[in-house]
């Protein structure tokens, strides 16, 4: 071979080498090119949705030509992304889905007037459906407004009334037509999950009318017809969350028994899909390990206990898992309903009290600190209910301090005039208060009925008053007490 014939091969090489590394880096990459009008931003962000959260994947910086530029060689996870200002104000949302070859341009104060795509067609169509909506938004509230002003007119009214009705039915024939006719986009399957089903067609009676008691019960059993558990791009949109946590919060009955059926039926449900299922499991985990409603806690024991310490669905983030236990462990001795763990303490005359051996029908234990701000402003309520229902309804308090000076704490209970039992939680002889009731903060109180089971916790004295009262009120108005008194 000559010289030339060489030189030929190795240029041929190189191009095709070349020519095989834009196409990899295409097929395997994303590049999303903005172009903002208007604009004074030098650096645009790219974040995606994870579930109610929402994480930043890349900072792009304004090219001379005045162009923003996202590239990365390895694809984003397809779900809904967030193009966002210097100063993390929100432009505009799109689905990273097909190439993740894009380009978008805009004015950011008109998204919805401007807003140019090339490269999309998921985001096309999707910007078409938000421009209808807005278009039938436009036409809907002038009527909206003069029906609101003018309901008296009664022939008119009910023209405008009309109008408004047909206006609803295109935009929810528009809507179904969507997910319909675009089935595997991205943007069909968020659509969808967002608009709720026709629950209402399993309520009619035999002559068509609707059955009002019905209602309730079917919007709960139809409430995730129109959400793909297969399709686990949507755990990367804003309408995952959303959709669980209002039915959870709003929907399902508040009762730990009736929440466990339903958390049971969701993970079947999303069992179509591992990562569906698996995020599902981590996302109400913790939602119900950090939520403010009382007991909930018990959910999120019982999700851990279920699904996730057996390995029956798998881990989202394997790494916490001991952590989680740990925490289960701690939390399940202390869930409502359970015998409270038993703290044998020396009060201020070194006397030995037992917590378990306290009689009384109602017994406050209550954690606090002579030092903390917070125990200062409690304390007076605490008194105040202390001497209203010690007698009344047999209720003693079993008070803990967490001072680690005596002198304090004794002064404290002294100027305060604080009669009932005084114990100090590092004087102890069985027991660490810290890890048996999960003590990191102050004041913490836990009801406890005449077995020590526990009735309430993490509530303060206003709202523990008013828990008492309605269950002795209950107490006298059960058919038990009545029967009692009838004879």
């Not at 994303?30 to 962000?45: H, M």
């Not at 090219?63 to 104000?89: C, D, H, P, R, W």
């Not at 008119?156 to 929810?172: H, T, Y």
């Not at 399902?252 to 059926?261: E, F």
């Amino acid at each position: 071979m000559n010289t030339l014939a060489k030189i030929r091969g190795i240029i041929l090489c190189g191009l095709f080498i070349l020519l095989f590394s834009f196409i990899y880096a295409a097929d395997t990459g994303y590049k999303i090119s903005v172009k903002l009008s208007n604009s004074n931003d030098t650096a645009l962000l790219l974040a995606h949705y994870y579930g109610n959260k929402q994480y930043l994947d890349d900072t792009a910086f304004r090219s001379k030509q005045g162009v923003f530029i996202f590239q990365g060689t390895k694809k984003l996870k397809e779900g809904m992304y967030i193009v966002a200002g210097q100063n993390k104000s929100k432009y505009f949302y799109f689905f990273m889905t097909g190439s993740q070859q894009f380009e978008f341009s805009c004015d950011p104060l008109h998204i919805m007037q401007t807003m140019q795509l090339k490269g999309s067609q998921d985001n096309k169509l999707f910007y078409e459906y938000i421009g209808f909506l807005s278009r039938k938004q436009s036409e809907i509230e002038p009527l909206g407004k003069w029906l609101k002003a003018h309901a008296n007119r009664t022939d008119s009214a009910s023209l405008i009334r009309k109008k408004i009705e047909n206006i609803d039915a295109e935009v929810k024939s528009y809507i179904s037509g969507y997910y319909k006719n675009h089935n595997g986009l991205l943007s069909a399957a968020f659509i969808k999950a967002g608009n709720e089903p026709d629950y209402l067609s399993f309520c009619k009676k035999p002559d068509g009318n609707i059955d009002s008691s019905r209602v309730y019960q079917a919007y709960k059993a139809h409430y995730f017809d129109n959400f793909t558990f297969s399709d686990p791009r949507l755990i990367y949109t804003t309408v995952f969350s959303q959709k669980i946590d209002y039915f959870f919060d709003k929907v399902a009955v508040p009762m730990v028994d009736s929440l466990k059926k339903e958390i049971d039926a969701l993970m079947v449900a999303a069992s179509v899909n591992k990562e569906m299922q698996s995020f599902l499991g981590w996302y109400l985990s913790l939602k119900f390990e950090t939520s403010e409603i009382m007991g909930q806690d018990a959910l999120f024991v019982y999700l851990v206990r279920n699904y996730l310490e057996n390995d029956k669905v798998p881990w989202q983030f394997p790494d916490v898992k001991p952590n989680v236990l740990k925490r289960v462990n701690m939390l399940e001795p202390l869930l409502i309903g359970k015998v409270a763990p038993n703290l044998i303490l020396l009060d201020t005359n070194n006397m030995v009290h037992s917590l378990s051996n306290t009689v009384a029908h109602y017994t406050l234990l209550f954690f606090w600190e002579s030092i903390c701000s917070h125990c200062q402003q409690e304390m007076p309520k605490v008194i105040k209910f202390y001497n209203e229902f010690h007698m009344k309804y047999d209720l003693e308090i079993f008070a803990v301090s967490t001072d680690t000076s005596l002198v304090k704490w004794k002064e404290f209970i002294r100027k305060n005039n604080m009669e009932w039992i005084n114990v100090n939680g590092h004087l102890s002889i069985s027991g660490n208060y810290h890890t048996l009731y999960d003590i990191r903060s102050t004041p913490i109180m836990y009801l406890l009925d005449e077995d020590k089971k526990i009735i309430a916790k993490f509530l303060l004295t206003d709202d523990l008053a008013n828990l008492i009262r309605r269950r002795e009120e209950n107490k006298l108005t059960s058919p038990a007490n009545q029967n009692l008194k009838n004879e």
